[in-house]
């Protein structure tokens, strides 16, 4: 079953084949994968873009099954995937420079590895020229040493949580970031954490956040807050959240290109 | 009474016996209720857009419980943005008369606009029954009397509810419940969709069960908070549900959600706001993860 967090259209019907897929795959998965048109959506907890010729993989660790988003910055028209290359370790992004692109959100593709192990990942003109590369890499998932099932949040912006819901027969985790946007729309916003995956010895839960839109037809009163349908979601980073302990965790929010923009030390609620 | 407060999720940590205790104790007024001067701006609560200004409210959460569980009384009610109003919660007959008796005295009002701004005021007050049978509250400023139900045992949850609960008709919505089962205390956190299509949540607080432990009732409030992190457009901060300057009352009226279990992994939720007005409904299935 392939899944891929840029097509979710029915959010939570589809977090159960998600999240099972994502940790045990099948394979089926490992030799279907194929990358998805690019698309120019906004991914984002940052405002920032770069006009730099820049290329990022998110998330760059995971394990084999995981959709990575594939980020091309710059001046990049018509980027296409070649995966020629991929038996002797090296991705390609082509790209065919575009002044009309230049200064714009970044391009984004979708490439699902299907081996462990490391893979360069180079951004080409058609000519074969290198304008900037990175890397991802492919690691075996691992068992989660705890289940962390809970609310946990930092006492220092306790405002904010995040709920996890872990099965622990399948060990996928299912998680929701409470927190709060900025200016000049502040207010309660959420955003969807997926394709969870325990890394590092089962230490390490790292996945991505997604920002869901709603559908244009609400359900409730106009003006009203209610539950609708999702329209789409969009990828806004990644996160990892690393045990400390039973009861204490920290966690990272990472921005497309790896850079992190926050930091939280948890705590699990108890109640 | 002894209290360790935190704000919101972790408002209150559990060194008392029971969280709903503890968390009525740090939002709300103690039982005799101090005279309280202030008059708090406030905005609707976005559940309920319709309703610009809560004219009058009254009301008592929750209606029906087992003694020693705090019953909140809520009132709303628009009077001059300036005015000042003293509020005393008389429970001298609550154990001998079952009766507990709200009085407003309105101060002398100063007003620095002309002609002065209408504005809501809200307020909350606490008292705890102390043995079964059935209180009447009233309040000098109307509403009637409201029966208030104190059952002679606490009734224990059905299910364990704890998990992640969607309506097929509106997935992209869902609330994450965490249930308890050793004390049955149950948190919640509703995420919803404003009329935007922009992310909304709520949290749903001092639930408790009822009828035969099928049902979760418990109020649903509105977050308020802020990412000021520079560049960032969203960011973990404090915030949450709010409250006066002196913290002693919310200043947003809380909805009232009702979540009857057909099983353990179906449910028919049911939100209205405190005056009964139904706000939207969901029929609830848990996720299998």
Redesign the interface.
């Known amino acids: 079953m392939r899944t891929s967090g840029l097509r979710f259209r029915?959010?939570?019907?589809c977090?159960?084949a998600l999240?099972?897929a994502d940790s045990m795959p099948s394979h089926a998965d490992i030799g279907a994968a194929t990358p998805s048109p690019a698309t120019t959506s906004v991914p984002?907890?940052?405002?920032?873009y770069s006009d730099q010729t820049l290329l990022a993989v998110s998330p760059r660790t995971s394990t084999i099954g995981t959709p990575r988003t594939l980020f091309a910055s710059g001046c990049t028209g018509n980027v296409v995937l070649d995966e020629s290359a991929v038996g002797n370790g090296i991705l390609v992004l082509r790209y065919t420079p575009a002044i009309a692109q230049c200064g714009q959100p970044p391009v984004t593709l979708s490439y699902t590895p299907r081996s462990v192990g490391r893979l360069r990942v180079l951004l080409q003109t058609g000519n074969g020229d290198t304008a900037a590369a990175t890397e991802m890499e492919t690691v075996t998932a691992s068992h989660s040493l705890t289940n962390i099932?809970?609310?946990w949040?930092?006492?220092?912006?306790?405002?904010?949580?995040i709920?996890f819901?872990?099965?622990t027969g399948?060990d996928?985790?299912?998680g929701?970031?409470?927190?709060?946007?900025?200016?000049p729309?502040?207010?309660?916003?959420?955003?969807s954490l997926q394709n969870m995956q325990w890394q590092q010895g089962g230490v390490l839960l790292a996945g991505t956040a997604f920002?869901?839109?709603?559908?244009?037809r609400?359900?409730?009163?106009?003006?009203?807050?209610?539950?609708?349908?999702?329209?789409g979601s969009v990828p806004?980073g990644t996160v990892g959240f690393t045990l400390l302990d039973q009861n204490n965790a920290r966690v990272e929010?990472f921005d497309w290109t790896g850079r992190s923009?926050?930091l939280?030390f948890l705590?699990r609620?108890?109640? | 009474m002894h209290r360790v407060c935190?704000?919101?999720?972790?408002r209150c940590?559990?060194l008392l016996p029971a969280?709903l205790a503890s968390m009525l104790a740090c939002s709300l007024v103690p039982a005799s209720a101090e005279p309280n001067h202030e008059a708090t701006p406030t905005t609707p609560a976005?559940?309920?857009?319709?309703v610009a200004n809560p004219s009058f409210v009254f009301a008592v959460f929750p209606a029906a419980a087992a003694a020693s569980v705090p019953r909140t009384i809520f009132l709303s009610f628009t009077d001059l943005a300036c005015a000042d109003f003293v509020f005393t919660l008389d429970t001298s007959l609550l154990d001998s008369r079952n009766q507990v008796q709200l009085r407003t005295q309105a101060a002398a009002v100063a007003c620095p606009t002309s002609p002065p701004a209408p504005a809501p005021i809200i307020r909350n007050f606490q008292f705890t029954p102390t043995k079964p049978g059935t209180i009447t509250v009233r309040w000098d400023r109307g509403g009637g009397a409201l029966a208030v139900e104190t059952l002679a045992a606490k009734v224990a949850s059905r299910y364990d509810v704890?998990?992640?609960w969607?309506?097929?008709?509106?997935?992209?919505?869902?609330i994450?419940l965490?249930h308890?089962r050793a004390?049955d205390?149950a948190?919640g956190?509703?995420?919803?969709?404003?009329?935007n299509?922009?992310?909304?949540?709520?949290t749903l607080q001092f639930g408790h069960w009822l009828q035969d432990g099928s049902v979760l009732t418990g109020l649903l409030f509105?977050?308020?908070?802020?990412?000021?992190?520079p560049?960032?457009?969203?960011?973990?901060?404090?915030?949450?549900v709010p409250r006066s300057a002196s913290g002693d009352h919310f200043t947003l009226q809380p909805a009232v959600v009702r979540i009857t279990f057909q099983s353990a992994t179906r449910a028919r939720a049911e939100v209205s706001n405190l005056s009964g007005k139904p706000?939207?409904s969901?029929d609830l299935t848990r996720?299998?993860?």
């Open positions: 029915l959010l939570l019907a977090l159960p999240s099972i984002r907890f940052t405002q920032a099932d809970g609310m949040y930092d006492p220092d912006t306790n405002g904010s949580g709920s819901h872990h099965a399948s996928a985790v299912f929701t970031w409470f927190m709060y946007g900025a200016q729309t502040a207010g309660p916003r959420w955003f920002q869901v839109s709603a559908q244009g609400p359900a409730c009163a106009a003006g009203d807050d209610c539950p609708r349908g999702a329209s806004v929010a923009t926050f939280s705590k609620l108890s109640f | 935190l704000p919101d999720f972790a940590v559990p969280i976005r559940l309920d857009a319709t704890s998990g992640m969607s309506d097929p008709a509106t997935n992209g919505s869902g994450a965490h308890r004390t205390n948190f956190t509703w995420f919803l969709f404003d009329s299509g922009d992310t909304r949540w709520y509105e977050v308020i908070g802020s990412c000021t992190t560049n960032l457009v969203a960011c973990p901060a404090t915030g949450g706000l939207f969901s996720l299998a993860l």
